[in-house]
Each structure stands twice: as C-alpha cells, then as structure tokens.
T-cell receptor
Framework: DAKTTQPNSMESNEEEPVHLPCNHSTISGTDYIHWYRQLPSQGPEYVIHGLTSNVNNRMASLAIAEDRKSSTLILHRATLRDAAVYYCIKGGSQGNLIFGKGTKLSVKP | GAGVSQSPSNKVTEKGKDVELRCDPISGHTALYWYRQSLGQGLEFLIYFQGNSAPDKSGLPSDRFSAERPEGSISTLTIQRTEQRDSAMYRC?????????????FGPGTRLTVL
C-alpha cells in the first residue's frame, strides 16, 4: 500500500487558481485517486476522486495524467477558506484511505 | 441529516488505564473506519468494519487495541493499559459501503491524552 508524493506546502493568492500536484507512480489500473482536505482543527473532508478521466465538481477539478502516474487538483479561485492540508490518496486493500503528509496550502489575501 | 459523531471529544487518562472510544456512523452506512492522527501527521489507518465484521485487524498497532461493532452500527475502539505513545486524535469515518468510490465522512474525533 504505497503512499503518494506531494509537495509539503504551497502558497496562493486569493481569487487565483491553484494547482496542487501529486505523484502516484505505483498506482494500479483499478486504483482510484482521491483528494481530501483537512481544515485546521477539523476532520478530513472529501474533495474529489477519479479513475482515468478528468473530473469536475463544485469544489474542484481533477486532472489525471494519461499514464495515471500523476494528477493535479485544481481549485479554480482560491478563497481564504480553502487554506487547509490537501491529501492526495490512493486507496488501500480494505477500502481504507492511505494518507501521506499532504500539501499545506496557504492562501494570502 | 446527522453526520458521524464520536464520544468523548476529549479524554485524558493515566498511563495504564483502559479507555473506550465510541463512534456513531451515519445511519445506513455499512462501512466504518478507524484512523488515528498524531500531531502534525496524516491519518494512520487502524481497522475497518463492513457491517459487524472486521476482516483484517493487522492495522491495529498492538494487541492492546481492539474494536467491535456488534450490531453493525455503533463501534467502540478500546485501548487497554494505555501508554503515552497512544496519545493522538482518533478519528472515525463511515461510508455507504466499502467500495473505494464511496466518499468517507469523518467524525470530529476524540483527542486522547495519556499522562
């Protein structure tokens, strides 16, 4: 159950797009890629997930590389409320989520 | 509707005592997960239940840890003879079923401090 690789931290300006990268070179053909985020003093919350195709929802977009070895979470317009730790997650064999250390996103006004 | 709830929210105990942490999942969710999170770290998976069954207990850090979900709803995580290294935030999550395409909903956590 290998983890994913993400930068430790990133900064963004408010109202600008943010691209959060993730490498998952050991992913198998049936592994979903999940993104969760954790706001300060809260539990993780779901952001988005995908398998092969790019995905969009009200919170974000997920761009998955053709070889599936990397993906990028896109926040189209960062707000101060988006400051959080973002986790790129590969699923475990029991349906569990395998968390790494994530990327701490800071948003500047 | 109600989310995942956990109790107590905070637990301070003395080394060597037993503690019991409770998780009440979202109604109808058959899958339930326990994780723990040390300060500044990501979450570490402990155990998962599908209904009242936990197929694999190998994620539990030691034999002092046990968990049950007898009726497939509320789950308890018990730590016997607590040690200071058990201090962490213990988080529970539930999902509709165990498929990885299902969103996991996390509770507010129980912060355990072992003195």
């Amino acid at each position: 159950d290998a983890k994913t690789t993400q930068p430790n931290s990133m900064e963004s300006n408010e109202e600008e797009p943010v691209h959060l990268p993730c490498n998952h070179s050991t992913i198998s053909g049936t592994d979903y890629i999940h993104w969760y985020r954790q706001l300060p003093s809260q539990g993780p919350e779901y952001v988005i997930h995908g398998l092969t195709s790019n995905v969009n929802n009200r919170m974000a977009s997920l761009a998955i590389a053709e070889d599936r070895k990397s993906s990028t979470l896109i926040l189209h317009r960062a707000t101060l409320r988006d400051a959080a730790v973002y986790y790129c997650i590969k699923g475990g064999s029991q349906g569990n989520l395998i968390f790494g250390k994530g990327t701490k996103l800071s948003v500047k006004p | 509707g109600a989310g995942v709830s956990q109790s107590p929210s905070n637990k301070v105990t003395e080394k060597g005592k037993d503690v019991e942490l409770r998780c009440d999942p979202i109604s109808g969710h058959t899958a339930l997960y326990w994780y723990r999170q040390s300060l500044g770290q990501g979450l570490e998976f402990l155990i998962y239940f599908q209904g009242n069954s936990a197929p694999d207990k190998s994620g539990l850090p030691s034999d002092r840890f046990s968990a049950e979900r007898p009726e497939g709803s509320i789950s308890t995580l018990t730590i016997q003879r607590t040690e200071q290294r058990d201090s962490a935030m213990y988080r529970c999550a539930s999902s509709r079923d165990a498929g990885l395409w299902n969103e996991q909903f996390f509770g507010p956590g129980t912060r355990l401090t072992v003195l």
